[in-house]
């Protein structure tokens, strides 16, 4: 496996962008400690077409544009679900108009992204990022288990340990795919660092700080025109932009703190509490990546989350002007 760094990390990141998995892209995109084989996409904000036009144009924005982009699910493993609101606006990222690139997705699905990238790997070599319904990595650990030893970390933004947001008892990610979330997060054999909505509220911009991003580099001005678009507000707090917190814990993982589990429940019922989540607890609250393998982020510092957002986002250039 070649390396863009001595050290970096071989990463897969499997999102649905979504301006929180955008600006998370854009983290990544921007982070030499990830070095990025693959982004896989699947339905979730917006249709799996949309997510996969919405990476594409947003790695083609931070530079990145020679990362494949590897289609994945339409739709979730077992229940399609109601019709749910565009909080992300119609296209996925606020309406923004990202500049067409030449590239198309990678004729490469996502599965055999996900193979082509673990099965040279050694055990515990490569880090996949999940920010999505847990869809695409559901189907990979239940067709390839062979290969789930190669996963060093699977980094999860999804359930909640206190209120839902899309519905009063579900995280978002879980709820659109509880089927899928109980296959990764119930079913322990990866190790497994869960980004909770308690720690990633804490990404949130207010209208000051998302200025903030739009002075820092032409990138920070998209994705700050794309947070306009997003219709999402967390009382005093501002637009939570959940999935980049997930990015910058792993970056800095004093950022968040994290708490050493037992066990996640995920509710597949079809009643009112479909994708709430249920965490067991295993010892006392710690700060830091102690290796476990099962880790929950329990909060997270919203003044180190910005910090490391204007460290790595300032030298971005922005979108080519073709
Ligand atoms: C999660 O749901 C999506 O709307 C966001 O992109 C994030 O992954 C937050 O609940
Ligand atoms: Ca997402």
Redesign the pocket.
């Known amino acids: 496996m070649t390396d863009r760094q001595p050290g970096s990390i071989p990463t897969i990141v499997d999102?649905?962008p979504?301006i929180?998995?955008a600006l998370a892209l854009a983290l990544v995109a921007a982070s030499p400690e990830f070095d990025l084989h693959a982004v896989t996409t699947v339905c979730?904000?917006v249709t799996v077409d949309h997510s996969t036009r919405n990476a594409i144009r947003t790695l083609a924005a931070c530079g990145r544009a020679e990362v494949p982009v590897c289609q994945g699910a339409a739709r979730p493993l077992v229940r399609l679900n109601p019709p749910y609101p565009p909080i992300h606006g119609e296209n996925g990222i606020g309406d923004v108009e990202l500049p067409a690139t030449a590239r198309e997705a990678s004729a490469e699905p996502a599965l055999a992204a996900f193979e082509r990238v673990l099965e040279p790997a050694v055990p515990g070599e490569v880090t996949v990022i999940a920010?999505?319904p847990l869809t695409n990595i559901a189907l990979l650990l239940s067709t390839r288990p062979d290969l789930a030893d190669r996963i060093g970390l699977l980094a999860v933004?999804g359930a909640t340990i206190d209120r839902g947001n899309v519905t009063p008892f579900a995280e978002f990610?879980t709820w659109a795919d509880p089927e899928a979330a109980y296959r990764v997060l119930a079913t322990n054999e990866v190790p497994t660092r869960l980004f909770t909505l308690a720690a990633t509220r804490k990404a949130a911009l207010d209208e000051s700080q998302r200025l903030e991003l739009a002075a820092w580099s032409p990138v920070g001005a998209t994705i700050a025109e794309m947070i306009l678009g997003y219709d999402d507000q967390v009382t005093g707090l501002g637009w939570p932009l959940h999935?980049a917190m997930v990015v910058a814990g792993l970056l800095e993982p004093g950022i968040v703190t994290l708490r050493p589990a037992a066990a996640i429940e995920v509710d597949t019922g079809t009643g009112r509490r479909r994708g709430a989540t249920a965490v067991t607890w295993d010892g006392a609250p710690h700060q830091g990546g102690a290796p476990r393998p099962l880790e929950v982020a329990v909060d997270a510092d919203s003044e180190r989350f910005r910090g490391l957002l204007r460290e790595r986002l300032s030298p971005l250039a922005g979108p080519p002007s073709d």
């Open positions: 999102c649905d979504g929180d998995d979730g904000n920010l999505a933004m990610n999935d």
